[in-house]
């Protein structure tokens, strides 16, 4: 008797405790980071950019040549961007315009500030708020890829993130 009242004690005990569940983390602590302070496996850090994946969840968002409008994939990365952005309310960002290193510096400097711009324009409209979003172009001095081919120049044409307050 004693036995069975102690198991059926024991049972009770282990169901309520098996049956506790953390509290989800909606971003509230600024970061979208987990429990354990893991950022679901992906590193945010201050200064932490999108080129190389230490800006949490955001991502490069890449360009047509000679473009700076957000269209198929862009548009797709844009928006993923801004609902990482609205969860993590505390992440600010500089958004960098780049280009490849066709056409002249000046030129260069206006496409990559459109580039950005279209991009704050963008997460702005989906809900982030406008004072959180930086923007500065850096036209074709700052190289993701080196070459003299499509295959470069693609990759250099870009909006990427920095990570400015989290």
């Known amino acids: 008797m004693f036995t069975r009242a102690f198991i059926t004690t024991a049972m009770v005990a282990l169901l ?20 354990d ?16 994946n230490k800006a949490g969840g955001l991502q490069t ?13 862009a548009k797709e990365t844009a928006k993923a961007n ?8 505390r ?16 030129y260069n ?3 990559g ?6 991009v ?11 004072k959180r979003i930086s923007t500065v172009s850096y036209g074709n001095e700052r190289t993701l890829a080196e070459g003299h081919d499509e295959s470069a120049w693609s990759k250099n044409r870009r909006a990427n993130f920095v990570v400015t307050a989290k």
């Open 37 to 52: 302070g893991s950022n679901n496996g992906l590193s945010l850090e201050l200064n932490g950019d999108s080129d190389s």
């Open 16 to 35: 309520a405790v098996g049956c506790a569940s953390k509290k989800p983390n909606n971003g509230q602590d600024g970061a979208g980071a987990d429990a």
């Open 120 to 130: 704050r324009d963008y997460l702005v409209a989906m809900g982030v708020e406008a």
């Open 82 to 89: 801004a609902e990482f952005l609205k969860t993590n309310t």
């Open 109 to 111: 400097l206006a496409l």
């Open 91 to 106: 992440v600010d960002v500089q958004v960098e315009g780049h280009c490849d290193e066709r056409g002249g510096r000046q």
């Open 113 to 118: 500030e459109r580039r950005a711009k279209a």
């Open 61 to 73: 968002i890449f360009f047509a040549f000679d473009s700076s409008n957000l269209e198929g994939g």
